[in-house]
């Protein structure tokens, strides 16, 4: 049986550093699946993720990315998936996800570290303080997936990875498919 990990949160919180951690120090053969670069593969007729009319676009590309983590986890392999996956994206994995077990962990440091982090990147990575301040809201209150958020204001890319893997581990995790 495969271990799919959604490893998500708001832009800046760390989810790809820590997800390329967490996969490359895997004790199992595993896969790190990066869900912006689904959106990136779209080069005509892309709307940013986070605006309103983005909806029919981020359900197409979950499906995507769903469809991706099957093949993998049916070839045997374990996936760490890191990408901002709320809550309101959760149904396309739990029903797929009959033959993996499927961790959902937020990485949720205070808006302040997520703003100064999300800003501080370079390249195609989002640095706009409103989008990142509405994603961070998105991830603000979680209803009865909030034990499955940790605080990473405090910690590391290391650190983190470690409370990642200890988070997993426990099982406490888990969601119920």
């Not at 670069?37 to 909806?55: C, D, H």
């Not at 709320?86 to 703003?115: E, I, K, M, N, Q």
């Not at 988070?167 to 119920?176: K, W």
């Amino acid at each position: 049986m495969s271990d799919v990990l959604l490893l998500t949160g708001p832009p800046g919180s760390g989810k790809t550093t820590v997800a390329r951690l967490v996969a490359t120090d895997a004790p199992r053969p595993t896969v790190h699946v990066t869900t912006d670069e689904f959106y990136r593969a779209i080069r005509t007729g892309f709307v940013p993720p986070y605006l309103p009319g983005a909806q029919r676009q981020n359900e197409m590309v979950v499906d995507v990315i769903v469809a991706t983590v099957a093949v993998y986890a049916r070839g045997g392999y374990d996936v760490v998936v890191d990408g901002v996956i709320g809550p309101w994206f959760l149904a396309p994995f739990r029903a797929a996800a009959g033959d993996w077990r499927l961790s959902y962990v937020v990485l949720r440091p205070d808006l302040d570290t997520t703003l100064r982090r999300g800003r501080s990147r370079g390249g195609v990575e989002l640095t706009d303080a409103d989008a990142i301040t509405g994603m961070h809201g998105g991830f603000a209150d979680l209803g009865e997936l909030e034990p499955h958020a940790i605080d990473t204001s405090s910690l590391d890319p290391a650190d983190t990875a470690a409370e990642v893997r200890k988070a997993v581990a426990s099982g406490d995790y888990l969601l119920n498919t």
